[in-house]
């Protein structure tokens, strides 16, 4: 999985500074299973459209755009065992 941070930003739904969670794309691995468990990562589903939001509020699970990063985040882990 690529490791681009966001930086803090107020989120615009419940206006609390947060450092927004990627949304991670894919067929999810139990490796991805234990991140989202554990906070670090939301899990975006395996249907990829090109549209889809890259980043969540992790205090009212709200979308958050507009912030500039590497790109949409995909579990590479499970690109390679297909």
Known sequence: MSESVAPKQRCPNCAELVVPLPIVYGYPSP???EEA???RVRIGGCVISGDD????C???HEVITGIEAAGPVVDE???AAS
Do not use: D, H, V
């Open 31 to 33: 490796e991805l299973f």
């Open 37 to 39: 468990a554990a906070g």
């Open 53 to 56: 939001p890259e980043y969540e």
């Open 58 to 60: 992790p205090m009212c």
């Open 77 to 79: 882990r499970s690109s």
